[in-house]
């Protein structure tokens, strides 16, 4: 659905995107993450069409954004950090609107009926926008970006604003969509990119630092065991750390079950636990229990975008750690930006260039990680 080759963004002497490839097939959550000013924003408006890219491509469904940028957005339902909205018109007369701009095919009321349905504002259909609360503007928002059924979603902080029964309404909605759709989906709560996300991309000074499951994130850099075998354990810890492969071994204060004994066992590269279930067993040791240690998605998180070459050089390659080059090229005139105004420019998206420069300008103060 999604093909993004070499994507670069400057900004006179600055880099904000730099050389980034990703691909998102044809349904999924991708959660797209990053600390404050490290280019998210720019990316997904580079993806949508709402800004053109200084170098680089972006293909949606076999439509490259810039020389087709309606039959791209054709398949791309976009809701900004700030949605787009006319505050005076009520949310009926604003999502028929947008129905009609976005030229959709479907039965008009059906369809309009079907996603309020979906986004829960049927009981505010009638009210003017300007007087719904925050939480009920960013749901009208989103479905207007719901609109037509697009084969990709762009979310930039779908839940801002929404009260806990909301949010765990629209993450199980996002879950939904993923299930037949692609989506692309940015949020600063990590725990809410856990709940909905299959996989997530970590971008750092516009350098893309991270690009995996979440499962593999979780065990970024921690090559740790966490062993409890049957028996006590002092006379046993010397023998495990003769084992072949093991950088160290303790035993812990406090075992899991009585009358057990409860290592730590930090790991080389490769797999130990064959080698360790052999020597166990050979002692007539059984084992009680064995997991892997793993990191939460916080901790792997701080550590790619704090420079951790080993986290990066696990995940991303030894390319992915590298300094970003410090050339800087002039961005040649495109007119993709005047092509995003297929879509009318309401409140919190006047032109597309100007969002793109405020963003990324703004985004210290308002993106936290």
Same mark, same amino acid.
């Given at each position: 659905?999604?093909?993004?080759?070499?994507?670069? %963004?400057?900004?006179?002497?600055?880099?904000?995107?730099?050389?980034?490839?990703?691909?998102?097939?044809? !349904?999924?959550?991708?959660?797209?993450? $990053?600390?404050?000013? +490290?280019? %998210?924003?720019?990316?997904?408006?580079?993806?949508? $069409?709402?800004?053109?890219?200084?170098?680089?491509?972006?293909?949606?469904?076999?439509?490259?954004?810039?020389?087709?940028?309606?039959?791209?957005?054709?398949?791309?339902? #976009?809701? *900004?950090? !700030?949605? *787009?909205?006319?505050?005076?018109?009520?949310?009926?007369? #604003?999502?028929?609107?947008?129905?009609?701009?976005?030229?959709?095919?479907?039965?008009? @009321?059906? &369809?309009? +009926?079907?996603?309020?349905?979906? =986004?829960?504002?049927?009981?505010?259909?009638?009210?003017?926008?300007?007087?719904?609360?925050?939480? #009920?503007?960013?749901? =009208?928002?989103? +479905?207007?970006?719901?609109? $037509?059924?697009? $084969?990709?979603?762009?979310?930039?902080?779908?839940?801002?604003?929404?009260?806990?029964?909301?949010?765990?309404?629209?993450?199980?909605?996002?879950?939904?969509?993923? %299930?037949?759709?692609?989506?692309?989906?940015?949020? &600063?709560?990590?725990?809410?990119?856990?709940?909905?996300?299959?996989? =997530?991309?970590?971008?750092?000074?516009?350098?893309?630092?991270?690009?995996?499951?979440?499962?593999?994130?979780?065990?970024?850099?921690?090559?740790?065991?966490?062993?409890?075998?049957?028996?006590?354990?002092?006379?046993?810890?010397?023998?495990?750390?003769?084992? *072949?492969?093991?950088?160290?071994? !303790?035993?812990?204060?406090?075992? @899991?079950?009585?009358?057990?004994?409860?290592?730590?066992?930090?790991?080389?590269?490769?797999?130990?636990?064959?080698?360790?279930?052999?020597?166990? /067993?050979?002692?007539?040791?059984?084992?009680?229990?064995?997991?892997?240690?793993?990191?939460?998605?916080?901790?792997?998180?701080?550590?790619?975008?704090?420079?951790?070459?080993? /986290?990066?050089?696990?995940?991303?390659?030894?390319?992915?750690?590298?300094?970003?080059?410090?050339?800087? =090229?002039?961005?040649? @005139?495109?007119? /993709?930006? /005047?092509?995003?105004?297929?879509?009318?420019?309401?409140?919190?998206?006047?032109?597309?260039?100007?969002? +793109?420069?405020?963003? @990324?300008?703004?985004?210290?103060?308002?993106?936290?990680?």
């Amino acid at each position: 659905m999604v093909n993004v080759q070499n994507v670069t %963004k400057i900004y006179g002497a600055r880099r904000v995107v730099d050389n980034i490839s990703f691909t998102l097939g044809d !349904r999924g959550v991708l959660g797209f993450l $990053g600390p404050n000013g +490290a280019g %998210k924003s720019t990316t997904m408006n580079i993806i949508a $069409g709402y800004t053109s890219s200084s170098a680089g491509t972006v293909t949606v469904n076999g439509s490259e954004i810039l020389e087709d940028p309606i039959g791209a957005k054709r398949n791309v339902g #976009y809701l *900004p950090e !700030r949605p *787009p909205l006319y505050p005076d018109m009520t949310v009926s007369g #604003y999502l028929s609107f947008m129905f009609r701009l976005k030229k959709i095919s479907l039965p008009r @009321e059906a &369809h309009i +009926a079907e996603i309020c349905e979906a =986004v829960g504002i049927g009981p505010v259909r009638k009210r003017i926008i300007k007087n719904l609360s925050k939480g #009920y503007q960013q749901r =009208v928002g989103l +479905a207007q970006a719901m609109l $037509g059924n697009p $084969g990709l979603l762009i979310m930039d902080e779908p839940t801002v604003g929404l009260d806990p029964v909301q949010i765990l309404e629209i993450r199980s909605l996002i879950r939904e969509l993923g %299930k037949n759709s692609a989506v692309i989906f940015s949020s &600063h709560i990590l725990q809410e990119v856990q709940a909905v996300c299959d996989r =997530v991309i970590v971008i750092n000074n516009g350098v893309l630092v991270a690009d995996d499951t979440l499962e593999n994130l979780s065990r970024l850099g921690d090559n740790s065991l966490y062993l409890t075998v049957e028996g006590p354990g002092e006379a046993l810890l010397p023998e495990i750390r003769a084992l *072949p492969g093991l950088r160290s071994a !303790r035993l812990l204060d406090h075992a @899991e079950e009585e009358g057990a004994a409860s290592f730590e066992l930090e790991t080389e590269t490769g797999d130990i636990r064959p080698a360790l279930f052999r020597f166990l /067993a050979a002692r007539d040791r059984p084992i009680l229990s064995l997991r892997r240690g793993g990191i939460s998605l916080e901790d792997a998180f701080i550590r790619l975008t704090a420079g951790d070459h080993a /986290a990066l050089s696990a995940i991303a390659g030894e390319a992915g750690a590298a300094e970003p080059e410090n050339e800087v =090229v002039t961005e040649p @005139e495109s007119g /993709a930006e /005047a092509a995003g105004d297929a879509l009318a420019a309401p409140d919190g998206v006047e032109a597309s260039a100007e969002l +793109a420069d405020d963003t @990324e300008a703004e985004e210290g103060k308002g993106d936290e990680a």
